[in-house]
């Protein structure tokens, strides 16, 4: 079964506007993490914002917000006023913990392709 | 303080040569992560190390496939022989025990193509 969903293949988005990306998941641990990355088309991964299961607050990093909503599974990624340098993949993450050990992977979404106009 | 380092950024070879992929985790990070990104199977895991320990090799495709971490600052990830389906771009990545969030920062990739 799918642990990581992102509905959104692709998004075009005009400049200066807020942007919302879906991400769900699944997981039967109470602790848990979730993560999200930006990919430009350079291709680097870069590490944006982290949401921990028991964190009270939704997490807020600069222009970019997770709304975290526990109940329904969800951590969408807000960028508010939106950058044409924001154009890239976005991946939702889910830090799970392995059942051998006390080590974690990651499990990926597939991605959002964002786009940007001016 | 310097990211995750990967070397070289682009490798372009013909089949049936060997690929040595290199990488220099974050100073004071103790696990290293090894990834493969396609368009057709989006990121993969291939092995992780701790404490220069690999701890599960279970995404490595085949035997071709090996990776070594000698060292607390320096993994490589080799393929021999190469085949065209090897193709792909190869991710690096490292964190810190210590961190709360167990966050993964990546370094820029190396492209691998081979021919």
């Known amino acids: 079964a799918q642990k990581i969903t992102q509905t959104q293949p692709g998004m075009f988005v005009q400049e200066k506007e807020a942007v919302t990306l879906d991400c769900t998941y699944d997981?039967?641990?109470?602790?848990?993490?979730l993560f999200w990355y930006k990919q430009p088309s350079s291709g680097e991964m870069i590490f944006l914002i982290y949401q921990g299961s028991y964190d009270e607050q939704n997490a807020t990093e600069g222009r970019y917000s997770l709304n975290f909503q526990k109940a329904r599974k969800s951590a969408n990624l807000v960028i508010s006023a939106s950058q044409l340098g924001d154009s890239a993949m976005y991946f939702c993450?889910?830090?799970?913990?392995?059942?051998?050990?006390?080590?974690?992977?990651?499990?990926w979404g597939a991605g959002t392709k964002l786009i940007i106009k001016p | 303080d310097a990211g995750v380092i990967q070397s070289p950024r682009h490798e372009v070879t013909e089949m049936g040569q060997e690929v040595t992929l290199r990488c220099k985790p974050i100073s004071g990070h103790d696990y290293l992560f090894w990834y493969r990104q396609t368009m057709m199977r989006g990121l993969e895991l291939l092995i992780y190390?701790?404490?220069?320990?690999?701890?599960?090799d279970s995404g490595m495709p085949e035997d071709r496939f090996s990776a070594k971490m000698p060292n607390a600052s320096f993994s490589t990830l080799k393929i021999q022989p190469s085949e065209p389906r090897d193709s792909a771009v190869y991710f690096c990545?490292?964190?810190?025990?210590?961190?709360?969030?167990?966050?993964?920062?990546f370094g820029p990739g190396t492209r691998l193509t081979v021919l």
């Open positions: 997981t039967s641990d109470q602790s848990y993490g």
């Open positions: 990545a490292s964190r810190e025990r210590g961190d709360r969030t167990d966050t993964q920062y």
């Open positions: 190390f701790n404490n220069n320990v690999p701890i599960d």
């Open positions: 993450a889910m830090r799970e913990v392995l059942p051998m050990d006390s080590n974690y992977q990651l499990i």
